[in-house]
């Protein structure tokens, strides 16, 4: 069952997401009359701008959160939009899509099968796919950091695929003129944002898991060793369409 997010602490944040969301949305060829599909929407900046470049068209927000789904509908209202509170590891109950966009939302999925069977699912033939999220490599040093503090295998609860097997699975699921490559992305926070940062994105989940006293100490215990308030963020790029 994916946690729940603070929506609101999220939104107020030095959150490097919204940029690269952006610059993924770019990768989307739209004439402005589609339906999209924003796999992940959190509280709806990219979106905001994906709805935009579809004057004429339509936006369905997906997102597991409810607090996420709830901020990107204050955001942005009913105007061409639809909102769907949804795990991306179930299948997706909606009419087929012309495309498909996602930011930072894939590697909290635990199956990439299922996840890729379930948009392959609701996606049109020609479809158009952009997506970006945490890829091999991604968060080393802060894993590293979590495991000595607090005892924490943060890698063991994500997926950081390589680009070949992620175009693998892709393939497997009639996707073609793929293309899927690596970007390193360190940001260094201001050092009063880096336990709120690490609170709110990074070690969401395990806060979730814990009293609000035990979320405090493992927090303060994983900035402390982490030091350096650098995030080592590196982003798996995925493009394609469907078949």
Known sequence: MPHDWDAA????????????????????????????????????????????????????ALDAS??????????????????????????IPIDPVDAILSTATFHWVPDHDRLFANLAAVIRPRGQFAAQCGGWGNLERVNTAAERAAGIDLAATKVYPTPEETWTRLEAEGFIDIETWLTEAPIELPADELEPYLRTVILSGEVARRTPEQADEMVHAVAVELGDPEIDYVRLNIVARME
Do not use: K, N
């Open 66 to 91: 409810p607090s996420m789904i709830a901020a990107a509908l204050e955001r942005l209202g009913a105007d061409r939009m639809t909102y769907l509170t949804h795990d991306l590891l179930d299948p």
């Open 9 to 60: 602490t999220y939104d107020r944040l030095p959150i490097p997401m919204t940029g690269w969301g952006l610059e993924v949305l770019e990768r989307l060829r739209l004439r402005g009359d589609e339906t999209v599909l924003d796999a992940g929407c959190g509280t709806g900046q990219v979106t905001e701008a994906l709805r935009e470049r579809l004057p004429r068209g339509h936006v369905i």
